[in-house]
Structure formats: C-alpha cells, structure tokens
C-alpha cells in the first residue's frame, strides 16, 4: 500500500517483526514432530545444518573456537576474513582491551587498533585451517572491495562457504575509479557455494539471485550494533523486506527453476523474531546480537558491527551485550529466563507446532497479522501485573 507523504512523493508502507503477529491455524503438532532443519545444495552437493541458523560475521561473536562449537551444535558461524582474527596472530590483548574502553571513545580507539595492522593473507589461511580442524565446514566473509584479493589464501586453507558481504551489495557496482567486481563471472568460478548480501529490497535480492548466489543475506541496518540507518538513512523494516525478497525467490525459480535461499540477516533477538522472519519467508537467519551473549563469544560480552571500524565513515557501535549463558543454551536451552533471548530453536520449534506446521517450508505459508497492538497489550499487562489486576 503506498501513502502520499506531500504532492512530489509517495511511499509504501512497511513493517518490523514488531509490528506483525503469526496467526495459529486449525491444526498443532508435536513440537517432536517439527523440522527446523535447512539445507541447501551446490553442484551436486546436499549441505545440511540441523540448525537453520549462521552466526554473524562479527568479530565479537566469531572466532575458530566458537566457529567449531556452533558447528557441533549443527548450525553455521561465518568468520569475519578481514577482522581482528587476520590482523593479529595473537588477537586476545586486543579484544581485552576493545572491552575496556570507555562508551564515548570505543570508536575512535578501535578504528587505532584495526589501522595498525592489516589483514595477513598467511593468516586468513590459517584461521580457516583452525575451523575445518574442528571437524566442521568453515564458511567465512569477505567484502566485495577484496574478495578478488583474499579469495585464494581462504581456499588455501580449506574454505567450504564463502559469504561475501557488506553494508549493501549489488549485482551492478558502477566506479569510474577502480574496476568493479564482476559478480556474475566471479561467482561461475568458484567451486564453492557462495553466499551475498546485504540486500532489502525486490530487486536488490533478484539481482544477487541471478548472479548464482545458492542464498541471499536479507538485512541493511536491522541488527543492534550497526547505525547504517542513521548515518546513511537508508533500509527496510525487516518483515517487508524479507517478504519482498521471499517474492524474488519465487521469480527467480520462475525463471531459472534455481531456488536461492532468503537468509534474514539481522534484527532478531528472540525465538518469536526468529519464528516471525520465516513466516515472512525466511529459509535461516542470521544473529549475532544474541550470540555475543554466549559464554563463548569472543568479544568479552560485547559486539561491534564489520562497519564499526571504517576509518572515515564508521557505521556500526560497540554494544554491550553482557553473557547470559553458553552457546548451546542460547540456541537449545534450557532456559531460565522467559523473555525469549534463551533456547531460540525451542521457541521457533514451538512455534511451528503450535500453528501446526511441520517444517520450514510449510512455516513460510503461514498467516500473518499486521497486529502492532500486540505489542502493546503484553507491555501493558507485563507493567500492571501485581497491582491489583488479580493476575
């Protein structure tokens, strides 16, 4: 539905997971019943993850030893190639001291520690050898600026999913400075499966599809540590835009009968957001705000977006994230808290089952509501408990 915003302009009307509410249907299931599980498959290769879940490219929730751990636990953490795990051999000092800084000078103080040392190619090899050690695919992330540059000394080490990623990626980058990145050819060339974003709209996401992308990371400036949104005004709530992308695939299976996987990238911090991302069409999500939070993150209970650290346009902040458990208890519980922040596949799972639903495939069919009321309902009845409601 577009709205006239004054005589010259006109808009569309979008919508956050909180402003929708999945609707339960004539049917509930056994949440043993349920299938959560994702797969994709590549040149004749089936990848299969018990968990539809990747942990985002950050270097306070990434490294090899969480990387491993997730991969155990059946989901998929993407390693940030040209982060702090590639500058510096012995990383620990620096994410101690990234830690340590106080609100007002993290940014600046941080931009310091990433301008000292560049990214070591002998070191991208090293940390991806470090991963597939740990007996599980090793999936990392390169920005479109450098992928050419870095792409060899990842495969060198044994790299499975590469995921190149930025802010905004395009299938059609137009420079008269640098010769862009032909994405199409690029992609044809590898013998791995590659996976792009960010995108938030129709035909950002149509346009990654046809480059041969097997999914698409749907999400720009959604996710808690990253101020694109205020610093270069741009993106979509992410209900809309992963509907809008979820329309893409259809088209793009339509005309090449190659489905490409929508991955909802960012804006999730519980199990209902992550419930609410597939039934606008998500195949898998991926966080990273609730996943700093694990004992096993690096970042020492912080985060900070792959932006955060631009020397001239930072577009990202540290954010406190504090630790609320390990890994497998914010993914698989158990729970002892019931704001949702804590067995995220529990709550998706259960979720399915109680609008019957059998995987997530059939989830994607559900109804949705543009039900903003909700919201305020349980804050209002959260706020009133215990003065004199009864209840």
């Known amino acids: 539905m577009e709205i006239e915003i004054g005589r010259g302009k ?57 990387a491993i751990t997730m991969g155990k636990l059946g989901g998929l953490a993407v390693l940030n190639l040209e982060g702090i795990q590639t500058r510096y051999a012995d990383p620990a000092p620096h994410l101690d001291a990234i830690a340590s800084f106080d609100k007002e000078e993290a940014t600046a103080k941080m931009q310091q520690i990433y301008a000292a040392e560049d990214v070591k190619p002998e070191l991208i090899t090293q940390r991806v050898r470090e991963i597939k050690a740990g007996g599980v695919l090793a999936a990392a992330s390169l920005t479109p600026q450098n992928v050419e540059r870095f792409i060899g000394p990842a495969l060198d080490g044994g790299l499975d999913i590469l995921v190149i990623q930025g802010t905004v990626v395009s299938a059609e980058h137009v420079s008269t400075f640098d010769k862009p990145l032909d994405l199409f050819a690029f992609v044809e060339s590898l013998e791995i499966p590659t996976i792009i974003g960010g995108c938030c709209s129709y035909q950002g996401a149509l346009h990654l599809m046809r480059a041969g992308a097997v999914g698409v990371l749907v999400g720009v400036g959604p996710g808690h540590a990253c101020t694109s949104r ?109 704001d949702g922040t804590l067995n995220l596949l529990g709550g998706l799972r259960t979720s399915l089952a109680t609008c019957g639903y059998e995987n997530l495939k059939t989830f994607q069919k559900a109804e949705v509501l543009v039900a903003p009321s909700l919201q305020t309902e349980g804050k209002v009845l959260q706020n009133t408990q215990g003065v004199g409601m009864g209840r």
């Open 10 to 66: 006109t808009a569309r009307r979008a919508y956050g997971f909180d402003d929708i509410a999945i609707v339960p249907s004539r049917r509930t299931r056994d949440p043993r019943n349920v299938d959560i599980s994702w797969t994709f498959s590549f040149k004749g290769r089936d990848y299969n993850f018990p968990l539809p879940v990747l942990a985002s490219a950050m270097d306070g929730v990434v490294d090899p030893n969480f």
């Open 230 to 338: 205020r610093v270069l005004g741009i993106g979509v709530p992410q209900a809309t835009a992963i509907a809008d992308a979820a329309a893409a695939r259809t088209r793009c299976l339509e005309e090449t009968g190659r489905y490409v996987h929508v991955i909802a990238d960012g804006g999730m911090r519980t199990g209902g957001d992550l419930a609410k991302a597939v039934a606008c069409g998500a195949d898998a999500v991926m966080i990273g705000s609730p996943l700093a939070s694990a004992a096993e993150a690096p970042g020492r209970g912080y985060h900070w977006g792959m932006a955060t650290f631009h020397p001239d346009l930072p577009r990202g902040t540290r954010v406190r994230a504090g630790v609320i458990g390990t890994l497998e208890e914010i993914l698989l519980g158990p729970a002892h808290q019931n």
